[in-house]
């Protein structure tokens, strides 16, 4: 168990829908950042929260979005679905840089 | 624009050899370098780190060179065990306010025993 938690492990949808995803950081952890892996490609930055508040963004698509509670969880939003966006989603956490992110197990979403 | 390079999809080692992972970057601004493991259906798992202000950092087994010249990191696994057979990510990043990771397509290593 890496300490970072995310929910649901597994997720099946259909076109056109919506969908959310769930992380729990790691106790401690401020930072929360979102990675795309598609199929045998590395991942991909989505965005990154720091505290409750966008610190940075990547390649994330208008139909996607995200935010940091209060307590430190995140959710990532992912709207109007396509079957392109059939991939694994990452989770992962740090408390600063250098000393490694942990990430958690992933969410498999496939849209069909 | 593809700013972290793994041009090795895969390698294959006989156990107890050493094994080399490759890893080129193009962005002169990267302060920090990681490694990354991967098994399937996990997330990546942190194996070592090196900041832009060394050239070499060890731990265990696991070794990770950094030629700053050449925009080229390596890492070193010595010597190889069956359960090193993952896929390895390099990752890279600016240092504090931009804490992002970019990431290499992989490498699967596969150790043979």
């Known amino acids: 168990d890496s300490g970072v938690t995310q929910t649901p492990k597994h997720l099946i949808t259909a076109t056109g829908q919506r969908v959310t995803l769930r992380c729990s950081p790691r106790?401690?952890?401020?930072?929360v950042y979102w990675y795309q892996q598609s199929l045998d490609q590395g991942l991909q930055f989505l965005i990154q929260y720091y505290n409750g508040e966008e610190r940075a963004k990547g390649n994330i698509l208008e139909r996607f979005s995200a935010q940091q509670f209060p307590d430190l969880h995140s959710e990532l939003n992912l709207s109007s679905l396509e079957l392109g966006d059939s991939a694994l989603y990452f989770c992962?956490?740090?408390?600063?840089?250098?000393?490694?992110?942990?990430f958690g197990s992933g969410t498999r979403l496939t849209v069909v | 624009d593809q700013q972290v390079k793994q041009n090795s999809p895969s390698l294959s080692v006989q156990e107890g050899r050493i094994s080399i992972l490759n890893c080129d970057y193009t962005n002169s601004m990267f302060d920090y370098f990681l490694w990354y493991k991967k098994y399937p259906a996990e997330g990546p798992t942190f194996l070592i780190s090196i900041s832009s202000i060394k050239d070499k950092n060890e731990d265990g087994r696991f070794t990770v060179f950094l030629n700053k010249s050449a925009k080229h990191l390596s890492l070193h696994i010595v010597p190889s065990q069956p359960g090193d057979s993952a896929v390895y990510f390099c990752a890279a990043c600016g240092g504090f306010g931009n804490e992002k990771l970019t990431f290499g397509t992989g490498t699967r290593l596969t150790i043979i025993p």
């Open positions: 106790s401690g952890d401020l930072s």
């Open positions: 992962a956490s740090s408390a600063g840089t250098g000393n490694g992110y942990t």
